[in-house]
């Protein structure tokens, strides 16, 4: 069956370093009228689902590890189920592993059941992505590519059938990703940016994780002018 895009927008805030932002995300439900793939849920699990409906959740998808990617994704994972068998699977790249367990870390000190806690100290995610990686859902497939700069394991999936890359936090509508303004490592992340755009077809749509869709022609006309950026930041 055919594949479509159905995206849903939620907000909320992200603490990095002690500091809160207020973000409004963007989390795309890949999939047919019997299943679907979710892309970085956020915040309000409920709104998810209830795009999501009868479906099955194949898996979900994290293109990074940064809290707000993290904050509802096991509510999205289990869609209603109790048995963790029945659990979509979570991935996630390795090279945010440090991200994925200081989270559920600190849920687990704030969890005052023991057994509870524990798990949560233990938890891990279903399947770590890597570069070259392909999903299929429908007659779609999602090709991973490992974009770090962002966060070390930021990764963007491209579609050829969908004619589509969704591209995180990596990048947005005329600019690199970042959450408040504030960037991780610019240098690595233009250079990803760079790597990922320059052979990509320039009508290609990129559907992002914060803002306003946009083309591959449009942000790698852009990219160039991001190098005063990366100044800045030094």
């Not at 999903?135 to 990764?155: N, R």
Request: one cysteine or more; hydrophobic letters at 35%.
């Amino acid at each position: 069956m055919d594949a479509r895009i159905e995206q849903v927008v939620t907000s909320g805030q992200l603490t990095l370093d002690d500091t809160d932002y207020d973000v409004e995300n963007n989390t795309y439900l890949i999939g047919d009228d019997d299943e679907v793939i979710v892309i970085d849920p956020a915040y309000d699990a409920e709104a998810i689902l209830k795009e999501v409906g009868d479906r099955e959740v194949m898996a979900v998808l994290l293109t990074d590890g940064n809290e707000h990617h993290l904050n509802v994704v096991l509510e999205v994972a289990a869609a209603g189920e109790e048995d963790e068998e029945n659990w979509a699977p979570i991935a996630l790249h390795r090279a945010d592993r440090l991200l994925w367990r200081e989270f559920f870390g600190r849920l687990a000190k704030e969890e005052e059941d023991e057994d509870d806690a524990k798990a949560l100290r233990s938890l891990e995610p279903d399947i770590w992505l890597e570069d070259g990686g392909v999903f299929e859902i429908g007659d779609a497939q999602l090709e991973i590519m490992h974009t770090p700069g962002h966060t070390p394991g930021s990764v963007c999936v491209i579609s050829e059938q969908l004619g589509t890359l969704f591209s995180g936090d990596t990048l947005h509508r005329g600019r690199p990703g970042s959450i408040g303004g504030v960037y991780e490592d610019l240098r690595q992340q233009l250079n990803s940016i760079g790597a990922l755009l320059t052979p990509l077809p320039k009508e290609l749509k990129v559907l992002p994780a914060q803002g306003e869709e946009t083309t591959v022609g449009e942000e790698d006309s852009r990219w160039e002018t991001w190098g005063a950026l990366a100044q800045e930041d030094d």
